[in-house]
T-cell receptor, first 113, second 113 residues
Framework: AQSVTQLDSQVPVFEEAPVELRCNYS??????LFWYVQYPNQGLQLLLK??????LVKGINGFEAEFNKSQTSFHLRKPSVHISDTAEYFC???????????FGSGTRLQVQP | GAGVSQSPSNKVTEKGKDVELRCDPI?????LYWYRQSLGQGLEFLIY????????KSGLPSDRFSAERTGGSVSTLTIQRTQQEDSAVYLC???????????FGQGTRLTVV
């Protein structure tokens, strides 16, 4: 079975500070990895994805994530956050050959002025 | 359409009533997914459609839940005899044949009173 753990339910940070949102997964087979963002009262929007190749993935809005196979992690980072980054962030995995995504419980990023 | 469309956006129903939630996927997307997002929790997979068939129904929580898809397009999620624990946001997503990214609708917020 696969599972996704987002270690922090909430991350408060000041504007222009760096941030890291942590994600670990458990799977004995190859996976695809995703980060989605959900702004208030909206659906999910894809930030970035890792399918194969370079382990450092760059996404939209200045976010990036690094796939670490040995640590089974896919942490999301941004060097300088803005107020507008305040949202819920979800990490998700998909087994190769399986259709559905398995999501973590989410991390609420709260950017303060 | 330009994106995944869900209706209604909000639904309040009395306990014991049946409800139908509709999803209109992105044109040409053959895969369609239903997820449930309960307060303070991550996204829970419900069912996956490929075309009009549902090869993975493993996430449906009880036999009160059912879904169908017609014409390889619109899908309806039906919840019979609603209970208060069914209150959640129901999200629909669709993806293309390559299936590496799912596009989400804005969800239907269901409140059972």
């Amino acid at each position: 079975a696969q599972s996704v753990t987002q270690l922090d339910s909430q991350v408060p940070v000041f504007e222009e500070a760096p941030v890291e949102l942590r994600c670990n997964y458990s799977s004995s087979v190859s996976v695809y990895l995703f980060w989605y963002v959900q702004y208030p009262n909206q659906g999910l929007q894809l930030l970035l994805k890792y399918l194969s190749g370079s382990t450092l993935v760059k996404g939209i809005n200045g976010f990036e994530a690094e796939f670490n196979k040995s640590q089974t992690s896919f942490h999301l980072r941004k060097p300088s956050v803005h107020i507008s980054d305040t949202a819920e962030y979800f990490c998700a995995v998909k087994l190769t050959g399986r259709r559905a995504l398995t999501f973590g419980s989410g991390t609420r990023l709260q950017v303060q002025p | 359409g330009a994106g995944v469309s869900q209706s209604p956006s909000n639904k309040v129903t009395e306990k014991g009533k049946d409800v139908e939630l509709r999803c209109d996927p992105i044109s040409g997307h053959t895969a369609l997914y239903w997820y449930r997002q309960s307060l303070g929790q991550g996204l829970e997979f419900l069912i996956y459609f490929q075309g009009n068939s549902a090869p993975d129904k493993s996430g449906l929580p009880s036999d009160r839940f059912s879904a169908e898809r017609t014409g390889g397009s619109v899908s309806t999620l039906t919840i019979q005899r609603t209970q208060q624990e069914d209150s959640a946001v129901y999200l629909c997503a669709s993806s293309s044949v390559s299936n590496t990214e799912a596009f989400f609708g804005q969800g239907t917020r269901l409140t059972v009173v």
